[in-house]
């Protein structure tokens, strides 16, 4: 029998020293992103800079307690974890504080935090129980069903609010699944689908005179997929159950196709549509719904090689891009540090992802394992959406980046995931299965 003789013990401090590095590096370019001559102080309370110092401070506290709990917790409590966030995103669905257009927020005085971020946290740990506990069965349908039930029910009521961007965030665990055996062509078809969706929105805005009718752009395209399909069936008709197979593949993704119109205009928000038009270069409205990214983009190109250097943003200390201290923080790095300073950001973030995914394989409880890649696939499409729409790759969904982003119940959510999957993996060499 084992004891411990510090609760340090057995610690990765790679993973803790990436952590820090990677506050430390968010909390003075959330300072330079809300620098005020008048309140130079990085403790003041009254600036964004000051309150995050009093958010990093509970960070660190919640990091430490989570070291004194037992192991065997997460698992145990799991469930009811996962229970307690589904009340919560429920209650704030009724009872909650609109901000930015989405009723996702609980303010009690001072202090706000949307229940989406111990969701994120209830939802890794309830998966990784339940494929714990039925992995070795991931190739029977209900154990399939039930995995993706735990992902996309609070997903779905997340959606209610409306967030895209949280709601977005869950399917990153899709990865884990996959981790399990989840089959590579479920991805090839969420990939068809993103692609039908751009080319429907895309082919509405063309058409076409044709006998003296006009045909809008979809339904050239129409024509051009039933070739296809009818292709296709002529080389692998004499194969068993090709008719089913090509005729309702065929009927499904046009039912998706002629669809995208509807979810588009009746599902996402006008803003939302806005800027995924800007996005894909249907209209252009650097004064409008392109105007963050736009600003954003000269922001950092302006940064060159080297950066303009600490407290020399122009971009930044004369508010150009909205929001840049929360979801266009990396506009900060990119300004002032430039292609050297987000280099090391990025090689911070990729090198944290990395070494979570190695310690993962090396777990011997399938548990601790499929938790830690919940928690890698969590960082990473925070990650890869927040600096993709500052770069203009992805659409303005509001998704922070983790440990950068001003906000306090952001910055909770992140540390609770990485510092309990530190905890389970200083148990690793005493666990038995």
């Known amino acids: 029998m084992r004891t411990k003789r510090s609760i340090f013990e057995d610690i990765d401090w790679l993973m803790v020293g990436l952590y ?38 509970l960070a660190l506290v919640i990091a430490t307690v989570l070291l004194f709990f037992d192991h065997r917790f997460f698992e145990t409590f799991g469930y009811i974890v996962y229970g307690f966030s589904l009340l919560l995103l429920v209650a704030v669905v009724l009872v909650g504080t609109e901000i930015k257009g989405a009723q996702s927020w609980f303010v009690l005085g001072p202090i706000s935090f949307q229940p989406s971020e111990i969701a994120k946290f209830g939802t890794a740990l309830a998966l990784a129980k339940y494929l714990g506990d039925h992995g070795e069965r991931f190739d029977q349908f209900k154990v399939k069903l039930y995995s993706l039930g735990i992902i996309f029910l609070p997903a779905a009521l997340i959606m209610l609010q409306p967030d895209v961007g949280s709601t977005l965030v869950f399917t990153s665990l ?7 055996g989840l089959p590579s062509w479920i991805f090839g078809l969420g990939f068809v689908a993103v692609f039908l969706f751009i080319l429907a929105l895309y082919m509405k805005q063309y058409s076409v005179e044709l006998f003296g009718v006009t045909l809008e752009g979809k339904f050239i395209f129409l024509g051009l997929f039933t070739t296809l399909a009818g292709f296709v069936w002529y080389n692998l008709r004499k194969k068993k159950g090709s008719t089913l197979v090509v005729g309702g593949s065929y009927l499904a993704m046009v039912g998706y196709f002629f669809s995208v119109d509807f979810l588009f205009d009746n599902i996402l928000q006008p803003h939302h549509q806005n800027r995924i038009n800007e996005l894909l270069g249907i209209v252009s409205d650097p004064l409008g719904a392109g105007y963050n990214v736009h600003q954003s983009k000269i922001a950092i190109g302006s940064g060159g090689f080297s950066g ?35 280099f090391v950001m990025i ?24 938790y830690g890649y919940g928690v890698a696939s969590i960082l990473f499409i925070h990650f890869a959406i927040n600096v993709g729409m500052t770069i203009g790759l992805a659409p303005v969904i509001g998704i922070p980046l983790p440990f950068f982003s001003y906000g306090g119940s952001s910055l909770w959510s992140f540390t609770l995931l990485l510092f309990t999957f530190i905890k389970l993996d200083s148990e690793r060499k005493f666990v038995l299965r």
């Open 308 to 342: 303009k250097g600490f407290l020399q943003g122009t971009q930044t200390k004369f508010h150009f891009v909205p929001e840049q201290s929360t979801d266009f923080i990396f506009c900060t790095v990119g300004e002032e540090w430039g292609f050297i300073g987000s």
């Open 20 to 57: 820090i590095a990677l506050v430390l590096f968010g909390w003075i370019s959330i300072y330079a992103a809300t620098f005020d001559e008048a309140h130079p102080s990085i403790f003041d309370l009254a600036k964004n800079h000051g309150k995050q110092a009093l958010w990093i401070g």
């Open 347 to 370: 090689a911070l973030f990729v090198t944290l992802m990395g070494r979570i995914v190695w310690l993962a394989e090396k777990q011997r409880s399938a548990f601790t394992r499929i």
């Open 174 to 180: 899709l990865i884990v699944l996959y981790r399990q």
